[in-house]
């Protein structure tokens, strides 16, 4: 329970590198839930995400899953709430500010600067998150395939992920 505080501080925090989705929260993520604070290894961090990229709902709610590890059950919720409600208040904050200056003359300027803030936040996520993940050469030809599928094809990702999955049971022990 002593862990409670630091939960809420971590996971607000958080919240708000999330512009362009999770995965541009992730490099900082790495940095607190497991240098800082010391509450999970590198490949538990990785399991959790991933398996929050499967779940259904939103991908970001594994940020309970830490939360309960921290500090059970409170701790989910707290890690939950903290990550979840300061977006959430400046998205509705931000949105009514941003209807009203729809003619101001920075706001295209503004849109178009935070596009590639988004991307760099979001391919600095995958880097971090790919130095775990993509360990060999089996690895890094299933993510180059999922890659190349996803670009190519109309494929459905669920058919990718099981495809992993089947090449990780077999290939992978």
Same mark, same amino acid.
């Given at each position: 329970?002593?862990?409670?505080?630091?939960?809420?501080?971590?996971?607000?925090?958080?919240?708000?590198?999330?512009?362009?989705?999770?995965?541009?929260?992730?490099?900082?993520?790495?940095?607190?839930?497991?240098?800082?604070?010391?509450?999970?290894?590198?490949?538990?961090?990785?399991?959790?995400?991933?398996?929050?990229?499967?779940?259904?709902?939103?991908?970001?709610?594994?940020?309970?899953? +830490? /939360?309960?590890? =921290? #500090? !059970?059950?409170?701790?989910?919720?707290?890690? $939950?709430?903290?990550?979840? %409600?300061?977006?959430?208040?400046?998205?509705?904050?931000?949105?009514?500010?941003?209807?009203?200056?729809?003619?101001?003359?920075?706001?295209?300027?503004?849109?178009?600067?935070?596009?590639?803030?988004? +991307? /760099?936040?979001? =391919? #600095? !996520?995958?880097?971090?998150?790919?130095?775990? $993940?993509?360990?060999?050469? %089996?690895?890094?030809?299933?993510?180059?395939?999922?890659?190349?599928?996803?670009?190519?094809?109309?494929?459905?990702?669920?058919?990718?992920?099981?495809?992993?999955?089947?090449?990780?049971?077999?290939?992978?022990?």
């Amino acid at each position: 329970m002593d862990q409670i505080p630091a939960i809420a501080r971590v996971f607000a925090y958080l919240s708000l590198l999330t512009i362009g989705g999770g995965m541009a929260a992730f490099p900082e993520m790495k940095n607190l839930v497991i240098d800082v604070h010391h509450w999970l290894t590198y490949p538990q961090l990785i399991h959790i995400y991933s398996v929050g990229q499967i779940s259904p709902g939103p991908n970001m709610m594994m940020v309970a899953t +830490i /939360g309960e590890r =921290v #500090a !059970g059950i409170p701790g989910a919720l707290v890690a $939950a709430i903290a990550f979840f %409600v300061p977006t959430g208040i400046l998205t509705l904050f931000v949105g009514g500010l941003w209807k009203r200056l729809e003619n101001w003359p920075w706001r295209s300027s503004i849109q178009k600067g935070l596009a590639p803030v988004a +991307i /760099g936040l979001a =391919v #600095a !996520g995958l880097i971090t998150f790919g130095r775990t $993940a993509v360990t060999g050469w %089996v690895t890094v030809a299933v993510a180059l395939l999922v890659f190349a599928a996803s670009m190519r094809t109309r494929l459905n990702p669920a058919l990718l992920i099981l495809g992993g999955a089947v090449v990780g049971a077999f290939a992978l022990r």
